[in-house]
């Protein structure tokens, strides 16, 4: 069973940074790209960063220049370092990975979750 299992969430001041991890854990034979979606309550699920195997990186827009995601495929592990935080990137984050579990089809796997509150 193949688990992702997120921390560093947790409420910070307009400006602070906060540090989120990702850990994927169980059979895996292959991760092809692992990243970082946010969701607010009534709204749509919208990608924060990813970062396939080989290749560039790919942020949305409006955290380019904040926001560096990076991995450890040693450790099956991303990272998101949020930086200069605003109050519009309140949300619940979700660890995300294209992978491929040993003896079964290639598939998209969700954490479950972490709340990052920014506010004074």
């Known amino acids: 069973q193949v688990q992702l299992v997120e921390s560093g969430g947790g409420l910070v001041q307009p400006g602070g940074s906060l540090r989120l991890s990702c850990a994927a854990s169980?059979?895996?034979?292959?991760?092809?790209?692992m990243g970082w979606y946010r969701q607010n309550p009534g709204k749509q699920r919208e990608l924060v960063a990813v970062?396939?195997?080989?290749?560039?990186?790919n942020y949305a827009d409006s955290v380019k220049g904040r926001f560096t995601i990076s991995r450890d495929n040693a450790k099956n592990t991303v990272y998101l370092q949020m930086n200069t935080l605003k109050p519009g990137d309140t949300a619940v984050y979700y660890c995300y990975a294209d992978l491929r579990p040993l003896g079964r089809a290639r598939g998209d796997y969700w954490g479950q979750g972490t709340q990052v509150t920014v506010s004074s």
């Open positions: 970062i396939p195997s080989g290749g560039s990186t």
């Open positions: 169980g059979s895996i034979f292959s991760i092809y790209a």
